[in-house]
């Protein structure tokens, strides 16, 4: 069955300190991986697509790492700012040859930014 | 542009009542997807479009029903109503040309009471 693992389930840091979320996923055949910000009652908005031969991505202050052979990502935000306060969900679509479905949610890591 | 735009912001039902939740984009996406989001868990397909005329069931599509007569719109219906539909639903739409690596736009969700 096609998971989605993500850790921790929450995170408290302080404003301006680093920060390093987890997925890990059990997805076949992997197609691409998703970083989706959710803001508290605000739907998912996309920080950056990989696919299997990209190992680093970034998006301002946010990096995505994945490894496809361990079947695991990051991301990590640097310097952090109050406005990153929110959920961070991994998503994992499997290789359908489609693009409407495949995609495996994870439950998200819910980031709080104090200062 | 609008984006995603979804209609009612916040509903509560009486069990066995019906309603439609409305979605609507602007950006002349072919695909089109909704999806429910319940405290805790991974968002979840219930259904999804290609285009105009063309729907197809997700992962949990019991109890829904969606239409998509233009390009713009794709409607989710609810038939008599259960405690279990109690939810955030959230539409999205994406462009593909055959590509996987599509992005996703959501719209800010409606957060549904099932009483």
């Known amino acids: 069955k096609n998971q989605v693992e993500q850790s921790p389930q929450s995170l408290i840091i302080l404003e301006g300190k680093n920060c390093t979320l987890q997925c890990n996923y059990t997805v076949s055949p992997f197609s691409n991986l998703r970083w989706y910000k959710q803001d508290t009652g605000r739907g998912p908005v996309s920080l950056t697509i990989?696919?299997?031969?990209?190992n680093t991505k970034s998006n301002g202050r946010y990096t995505a790492t994945l490894d496809a052979d361990t079947k695991q990502s990051s991301l990590h935000i640097t310097a952090s700012q109050l406005s990153d306060s929110a959920s961070y969900i991994c998503v994992v679509k499997v290789y359908s040859g489609g693009g409407a479905d495949g995609l495996t949610f994870g439950k998200g890591t819910h980031l709080i930014i104090q200062p | 542009n609008a984006g995603v735009t979804q209609t009612p912001k916040f509903r509560i039902l009486k069990i066995g009542q019906s309603m439609t939740l409305q979605c609507a984009q602007d950006?002349?996406?072919?695909?089109m997807y909704w999806y429910r989001q319940d405290p805790g868990m991974g968002l979840k397909l219930i259904y999804y479009?290609?285009?105009?005329?063309?729907?197809d069931k997700g992962e949990v599509p019991n109890g829904y029903n969606v239409s998509r007569s233009t390009t713009e719109d794709f409607p989710l219906r609810l038939e008599l109503a259960a405690p279990s539909q109690t939810s955030v639903y959230f539409c999205a739409s994406s462009y593909s040309a055959g590509g996987s690596s599509y992005e996703q736009y959501f719209g800010p969700g409606t957060r549904l009471t099932v009483t």
């Open positions: 990989m696919t299997f031969s990209e």
């Open positions: 479009s290609v285009g105009a005329g063309i729907t």
């Open positions: 950006m002349n996406h072919n695909y």
